[in-house]
């Protein structure tokens, strides 16, 4: 049963044509998408701001997870087998996409969102890479005026972390006055921002899912691979 979407005008919000994205060996499951957002408060309207995300995905026929990063250690003062770490890094080998929303703080991003990116390795033991030639989506709320530098800051990360970051975003200044009592976005150009976004977060990880090793596979690791071998095999005949 879907949810409700009070603040969408339902004619307009349309299925994604997944035929014409699809890559022909997709294994055909709903997209998995990861939301993680920056603020720890009862009244965090970046966490309100994913779970409208995470609404509108679900309508569009993805399975979302969010992650809650109460507990969470600070990188570097635990062990990587802490519970919340596990949990956290298991989520992001099972997404194939993300969307991270952070609140805005003196001017960046939040300690609280970094926190969750700087557990996540670039590999994992076995060849795992847990974010590697997925797709990325990025949304930042502010107390204040409008402004774009958590977003700019979570783009760069995002590539530094070897995501297909997607153009669009979502910026929502003085989102105390934004969101209704309920944590919800009503009807008007914020609501409809996300929406965008989430359509083409939901487009991008269809058209790259089933083609991403192919898209990360890079000439410098392939060099790697064969100077090794050929270590191996001259080891052998000395």
């Not at 609140?103 to 969102?113: D, K, L, N, W």
């Not at 990025?138 to 979570?154: D, E, H, K, L």
């Not at 995501?163 to 669009?168: E, G, Q």
Request: proline fraction near 6%; aromatic fraction near 8%.
């Amino acid at each position: 049963m879907s949810e409700p979407l009070p603040a969408a005008v339902m004619d307009a919000l349309a299925q994604i044509d997944v035929d014409a994205l699809k890559s022909p060996d997709d294994a055909g499951h709903r997209p998995r998408i990861l939301l993680l957002y920056g603020s720890l408060r009862a009244q965090s309207y970046s966490r309100f701001a994913a779970e409208e995300a995470a609404r509108i995905l679900r309508h569009l026929g993805c399975e979302t997870k969010m992650f809650d990063p109460r507990g969470l250690p600070q990188p570097d003062d635990a062990a990587d087998d802490h519970p919340k770490v596990v949990e956290l890094r298991d989520l992001a080998v099972w997404s194939e996409g993300m969307v991270w929303s952070s609140p805005e703080r003196h001017g960046a991003m939040t300690g609280i969102i970094k926190s969750q990116i700087d557990w996540l390795p670039l590999s994992l033991q076995g060849g795992i890479r847990p974010t590697q030639g997925k797709t990325l989506a990025i949304m930042q709320v502010s107390g204040g005026s409008q402004s774009f530098n958590a977003v700019n800051q979570m783009r760069i990360l995002g590539r530094w972390m070897r995501m297909i970051t997607i153009p669009n975003q979502s910026s929502i200044p003085k989102a105390w006055l934004e969101f209704d009592s309920e944590g919800r976005l009503p009807e008007g150009p914020f609501y409809a921002r996300i929406v965008d976004v989430m359509e083409e977060l939901v487009k991008f990880t269809w058209l790259v899912r089933g083609r991403s090793d192919y898209l990360v596979d890079r000439y410098s690791e392939r060099v790697e691979s064969a100077e090794q071998v050929h270590k191996r095999v001259s080891l052998k005949d000395i």
